[in-house]
């Protein structure tokens, strides 16, 4: 199977994929496939996306394994400070925040998303900023500062008018969920009337139809701030209904606020059974989801109802506060570890960068002195080279020339010679010979049967004897075309030609992927003279019904010719070769070739010629 290649389009997809699937809520696909984006940009060494492979693989760890996915999200961080990426450091220190705040680490919480607010000064992602404003409300109302969160809400509302939605709907959802937060801090404060106030106009069949859960949440906070001001108008139906929707959206942690609100509203209205049997519930839902402070807070209204247990309750509420306390600083105690081990390691790791450094500038001012000096000695060497370089091509050129006026030369030689030899054979011999057939044909008229098919068997041979000259006259004076036209339609005209004066089928075969322009003028003149030989031992000798001319390539170099007829034949062993197999012989031992002649009496002859074209 082929491998692969690691390059930045195949990170690319692995990251996209990863998102895919976290966004469908896949979280172990996405892990995978984030871990395996995030080796492959450590094998190439991307820095661009080993920081965003770690901050995904941080978002998958978030919910499961808190410490992972707070030491990848420091990874992440350090990678995107060294890129001078910013909006992402805010980013992932925003993301470690997160982290620490729902572990209980509220201090720590706000300092880190305090440096992530000083890196967001001038930035344009106000969405970021307002999450960052946001959690720092929420942190420091989980610190008792109620003043200072109420500012930090305020500036994540200023922000909101600046974030770009698309559409009225987020920017409402954002808003609402605001209003939520810094209505609690109200609440917090003693301030109920003013939390309602504000609460009740919100309560729209808009907003229950686009966000039911945003809904139910003003609804139960609307109806819990009436409550503490004595205000129960209406407050169980609210309580209930908002109960109803998140229950019928399945939200666990939801479902548990509601009942904990529904239980100290029975408690405020002496309905002990009711509040006993509510807050039970409650307890039992945030020991299943792991909810420590909703654990807290359930046994605290508990031991502080039911006098038959309260003893077991407040025991139970001070062992689970001591085990709170003490995974809370353990959490401390492992994150300061996960920062500790990492500055640690990276320390190492700059002391053998520096050696690494010294050992590279040493290595390279040895290489330079040694280019410099191979610079040098070569430049010295490289004017001696162009002398003799200008000595030479003026050599070569005097050469070429000397060649070109000799090959000039010998070709007008050649020509003239070819010229002369068809003019004689065509004006001298077949005038003769057509002399001699007219006479013997003027004897004709002479009685004797006997004389009269011996002349007439006479008058055969030389029109035998004619059409061969002519067939030698034509290939001369046409050779001198080989060079200057298609090798293969001049093949192709040559075995068509005989159709007029044979009564041998001849039909030519070739293979059209053959460049002829490529193949030496050499070869192409003798493969153009045996198959003329061989059409002309066929039409002599062969008495054959049929004859086929092939030419075809074996690997790259290797031209092979076949001529197969289905003659008369002959015996090969015995039979002594005659003219023009031997100038066949001749001229493909000339070019080095192999010359082979496969023939038996009654079974036909098959000529096989092979050149080797060394220079391809």
Known sequence: MKKIRNNAELRDVYLEIASEYYYINSSKKSLAVSLKALELSKRANDSIRMAKASYFVGDCYENTRKDSAYFYYLQAEKLYHKLQDYDNVARMLFSKGYVLFYDGNYVECSVEISKALSYLKGSKDYELIYSCNTLM???????????????????????????????????????????????????????????????????????????????ANVMSNLAYSKMKNKDY?????????????????????????K???????????????????????????????????????????????????????????????DSINAVQ????????????????????????????FYILISSFVLILALLIFTLFRGLKYKNLEMKFFKKEQQANEVIYQLLMDQHEKITTARENEKTKIAKELHDGIMNKIYSVRMNLGFFNSQNGNEIVEKRKYYITELQHIETEVRTISHGLSNSAFLEHNDFNNLLLTLVDHQKEISDTKFVYTDNETIDWRS??????????????????????????????????????????????????????????????????????????????????????????????????
């Open 137 to 215: 409300g929420n942190c420091l109302e989980k610190l008792v500062k109620y003043d200072q969160a109420l500012q930090y809400h305020a500036t994540a509302l200023e922000v909101l008018g600046k974030m770009k939605f698309t559409g009225k709907d987020d920017i409402n959802k954002y808003n609402v969920s605001s209003i939520i937060n810094v209505c609690n801090l109200y609440d917090l404060q003693g301030e109920y009337a003013k939390s309602a106030k504000i609460l009740e106009p919100l309560l729209t069949p808009d907003l229950r139809k686009k966000w039911p859960r945003l809904y």
């Open 233 to 257: 108008e209406n407050v169980k139906p609210m309580l209930l209904e908002s109960l109803k929707i998140v229950d019928s959206i399945g939200l666990g942690p939801d479902i548990l606020y």
């Open 259 to 321: 009942k904990i609100r529904i239980g100290e509203y029975y408690l405020s209205q002496k309905d002990t059974l009711n509040a006993i049997s509510t807050l039970e519930e409650a307890n039992h839902l945030a020991v299943t989801l792991n909810s420590s402070n909703e654990i807290l807070t359930t046994l605290r209204f508990l031991y502080k109802t039911d006098k038959k247990k309260m003893l077991f309750y407040t025991k139970e509420y001070i062992k689970l506060s």
């Open 329 to 356: 600083k353990n959490a401390h105690d492992k994150y300061s570890r996960i920062e500790y081990e990492t500055s640690r390691i990276e320390d190492e790791n700059k002391i053998l960068t520096k050696k690494n």
């Open 519 to 616: 193949i030496q003028i050499i070869y192409k003149i003798n493969l153009y003279r045996i198959i003329q030989e061989a059409i002309l031992n066929v039409n002599k000798y062969a008495n054959a019904k049929s004859c086929e001319v092939k030419i075809y390539k074996k690997k790259h170099n290797i031209l092979k010719l076949t001529i197969t007829d289905d003659g008369v034949g002959f015996d090969v062993k015995n039979r002594k070769a005659g003219i023009g197999l031997s100038n066949m012989r001749d001229r493909v031992s000339s070019l080095n070739g192999k010359f082979i002649v496969v023939s038996s009496v009654n079974s036909g002859t098959k000529i096989e010629v092979t050149f080797t074209l060394d220079w391809l």
